[in-house]
């Protein structure tokens, strides 16, 4: 901004504001104040040059927009009545060849030291900002409109009174002058108009139809029609009455019915090219809304049941079933009795999806409806709520078994396989169960059922379960965690623990895993087990592993430079099913890697024997990417998964961690022994190294060590601790190395 005391910037300044998109300036106070200074950005924005504008003292206050001069004046006289005028403030001014730029007005008034005071400022164009925000204002009023006229169409209004508030819409959110919504006759030979706004009397006034008019046209190509200057268009003639009206441009969409069309919707305009893209998607959008208007005003029926069914089954949506589920509550508060949601859900439905297609599932969620009508009884409602969910009303059962006899029914129905694209496919359902006394909402019945469905795919799927008393405690708990656990990040309140894995060659630490902890202000720790699960489920999984490998990387890097000429100890970290299902995961550990200067072979990423089982078909794709960054893969809990042995040839494991159930047994239970020798032999031919896991006693150890195994891990060493105590073993060596061996290594 030019210096205070001067009336126009140095030579320097003036360069500078020459490369400045923005107009710079110096005037004095008051709408008709004497302009110094204007910058030649002027030229370009508004079409005047410096000299031109400072030389008419009037010419701002003449060029501000009449809807603005008023407020932006009026600003102007208080501000320089005050003396201490500072601020912004945006209008428009118009430019030399009449259009309207939006400026952002940005100025302090400062007394000169003649006593004057004057403006001091930037005026930014804006412009294009402004008309986007006022584009995005033009497309919600149009959806807005949209949803309006929907809303009354659902309400039954007439399809009169839907036609009138559908052109004024058009008209008023289109800026279109003429809008006309113009019916196809029986026979198809012309259209006759319904209802319009903007043009003269219409009695008796038709429009031919096929190629000779733009509306008939319409009809033919069954698209959206635009005409972008009748002065350029060939392609078909302008009927008598738009020529009358003096329209240059236009917009026709197909007013669609099931069968056939029932006309078209036509907006035009006295300027050419007035319509947008956005314009033809809110016309078809009301073109849409009115189209299914006729329909039901040739069956309101048939329109009532689209709106209450599921497209794809027929069976009734989300909307009817709470309808119904009301009526019977109702019904249960008058009279004693018991009602029943049941809630399913298809077991493994994405792999459908993604292994043979989304059309094969559509396949089996069509083929589902059937047999799930036939498993109820007559009076009962069959409901699709979306996806693969679905809902069971039972009303009138006499006890808590008729419930559960019903899913024993529905779930025997799934037991015959599915014939999709000629093949046989096998589905299971998942069946939540929540009983109805007459006091419930049904909108808690249904989340009841629901939760109750999550508990029985928690516990293997394929099966139901009832929603109890324990359940609802349960539900609740997981939803306090679940609230809780978004805020536990930006609070600071994870924090890691760290369990040393020893060498049994020399007992030293050669790795430490990092153990995830959650010290809540209010329940104190929380074990993982009780919020990993929670993570995985409504997403924050991903964060959270982010954050457990960012740290973990940087306190492994920490241990190394407080002793570089040691070997470095790898940090391990746990990988869950969902991290490694994201593509997203080679970049977020490359980025934990270059952050904080780890070498990438001192991180161990632990997968377990379930999460390979469960995502065989990206998996190898996924460790490949990992491995190419030079991480060390590690395959935890091996033994519990009856994986085939084939995976450890296939898949790029360099660490194999023993189950701690067969480290419990060695030394005392002979297959527990035999299973672990198996494995560690195993291992040792594929040049995989081995972790005994959970180790306790000293005659745990012992084996292990007498099996052959390279590294144990267990509270026999160390339970997990804080990093500092790790610092300190390092340091000083570990309690349970002699302290000879110590002082030799030191």
Known sequence: MPAARGLAPTPGQADLYRRVPAILYIADAGPDGAWHYVSPQIEGILGFTPEEWCADRGLWASRLHPDDRERVVGAEVASTHSATGEGASEYRLLARDGRAVWVRDDALLIREPDGAPRWHGVMFDITERRQAEAELERRAAQQTAVARLGEHALEGASTSDLMAEAVRAAAELADAEIVAVIELMPGQEAFVFRSA????????????????????????????????????????????????????????????????????????????????????????????????????????????HRALHDELTGLPNRVLFVDRLQQAVARLRRTQGLAAVLFLDLDRFNLVNDSLGHGTGDELLALTAPRLRQAVRSSDTVARFGGD??????????????????????????????????????????????????????????????????????????????????????????????????????????????????????????????????????????????????????GLIEPIGRW????????????YHERPDCAPVAISVNLSGVQIANPSLPATVAGALRASGLDPACLWLEITESVMLAEDEGLLDALAALKAIGVQLVLDDFGTGYSSLSYLTRLPIDVLKVDRSFIDGLGTDPRATAITEAIVAMSHALSLRVVGE?????????????????????????????????????????????????????
């Open 389 to 538: 969910e679905f809902g069971v009303l039972l009303e009138e059962i006499g006890s808590e078994q008729d419930a559960i006899d019903m899913a024993e029914r529905i779930a025997a129905v799934f037991t015959r396989p599915f014939v999709l694209g000629g093949e046989e496919h096998f589905v299971t359902t998942s069946i939540g169960i929540a009983l109805a006394e007459g006091s419930e909402r049904p909108e808690e019945l249904i989340r009841d059922a629901d939760a109750a469905v999550y508990r029985a795919k928690e516990r293997g799927r394929g099966r139901y379960e009832l929603f109890d008393e324990r359940l609802r405690s349960r539900t609740l708990s997981r939803l306090r965690v679940e609230n809780d656990l978004r805020r536990a990040l930006e609070r600071d309140e994870l924090t890691l623990d760290y369990q040393p894995v020893v060498s049994l060659c020399d007992f030293s630490i050669v790795g430490v895993e990092a153990l995830i902890r959650w010290e809540h202000p209010e329940r104190g720790r929380i074990a993982p087990g009780d919020f990993i699960s929670v993570a995985e489920a409504n």
């Open 694 to 746: 959970g180790a306790e006693t000293g005659l745990q150890v012992s084996e292990l060590g007498r099996l052959g195994c390279d590294y144990v891990q267990g509270f026999h060493f160390s339970r997990p601790v804080p990093a500092r105590a790790i610092t300190e073993m390092l340091a000083h060596g570990p309690s349970w190395v002699p302290s000879a061996l110590r002082r030799s290594r030191s």
């Open 197 to 304: 706004v903007g043009l003269p009397d219409t009695t008796g006034v038709t429009v031919p139809v096929g190629h000779r008019s733009q509306a008939g046209y319409a009809i033919v190509v069954k698209r959206p029609v635009v005409v972008q200057d009748w002065a350029r268009e060939d392609r078909f003639e302008r009927s008598p009455i738009l020529t009358r009206v003096g329209a240059r441009s236009g917009l026709t969409v197909v007013i669609q019915g099931r069968r056939a069309p029932f006309g078209v919707l036509g907006l035009h305009s006295r300027i050419p090219d007035a319509f947008r893209p956005g314009d033809i998607d809110f016309a078809q959008a009301i073109a849409n809304v009115l189209g299914d208007a006729f329909e039901r005003q040739v069956s309101d029926d048939d329109v009532r």
């Open 548 to 559: 457990v490998l960012e740290h973990a990387c940087r306190q492994a890097a920490r241990w």
